[in-house]
């Protein structure tokens, strides 16, 4: 009787994330996520965008070059033969931070035109988490209709909505508490969100 081929267990591979940057205001919140996942040993893909590479020059002053050297890899926008395009690739989950309008509209509606949009449907369809942490304000009709339609697939609609009760003192505070919680949504147990205990 042939015996069974024997499969390495989950843990024998590095946990994986795939990070994406678009041209939405907030480049810090993609960036301090690939700083705090590479301190927690985690292997990160990144996709950012031509106008994500241009707003992370505006707001953060890093060329590409800077900002790419913070992930494990990172992938053009337009190579959609990319490992992250395919669902056979085990990635954890998928953040967008800071996730456009116009990229959760194509996430809402299946587009994958884009190596970002595609990585995003393929955890959809496998069932992995994403986190769109999406930044725009007012909401226009349209756009919280493609976060009903991102939601009933499945994915976690994150706008980094600042939280008050433990008194950050500084910007750093504020942004280092919202990138924490969404790592710990992103199912990393080291995570460290401060958590409520209660007046």
């Known amino acids: 009787m042939a015996s069974e081929p024997s499969q390495a267990p989950r843990s024998a591979r590095p946990r994986r994330l795939i990070v994406g940057l678009t041209g939405a205001s907030g480049a810090v919140y993609g960036v301090r996520l690939l700083q705090?996942?590479?301190?927690?040993?985690?292997?990160?893909?990144?996709?950012?965008?031509?106008?994500?590479i241009l707003n992370v020059h505006h707001e953060l002053g890093l060329d590409r070059r800077e900002l790419e050297a913070l992930a494990t890899q990172a992938h053009a926008p337009g190579d959609v033969g990319a490992c992250i395009a395919s669902g056979s690739f085990a990635t954890d989950a998928m953040v967008i931070a800071p996730c456009s309008m116009k990229t959760l509209a194509a996430v809402a509606h299946g587009l994958g035109d884009n190596l970002l949009t595609r990585a995003a449907d393929v955890t959809l369809k496998e069932r992995r988490r994403l986190l769109l942490m999406v930044?725009?304000?007012?909401?226009?009709?349209?756009?919280?209709?493609?976060?009903?339609?991102?939601?009933?697939?499945?994915?976690?609609?994150?706008?980094?909505?600042?939280?008050?009760?433990?008194?950050?003192?500084?910007?750093?505070?504020?942004?280092?508490?919202?990138?924490?919680?969404?790592?710990?949504?992103?199912?990393?147990d080291e995570a460290q969100p401060r958590a409520w205990n209660g007046l």
């Not at 705090?36 to 994500?52: I, K, M, N, Q, S």
């Not at 499945?154 to 942004?175: C, K, N, Q, S, W």
């Open 36 to 52: 705090r996942a590479r301190a927690l040993g985690v292997e990160t893909h990144l996709v950012a965008t031509p106008a994500g």
């Open 135 to 188: 930044r725009e304000t007012p909401f226009n009709l349209a756009h919280l209709r493609n976060m009903t339609s991102v939601t009933e697939m499945g994915g976690i609609v994150f706008p980094p909505l600042p939280a008050f009760y433990h008194r950050p003192e500084t910007l750093d505070d504020i942004i280092d508490d919202t990138v924490e919680r969404a790592l710990a949504l992103l199912g990393l």
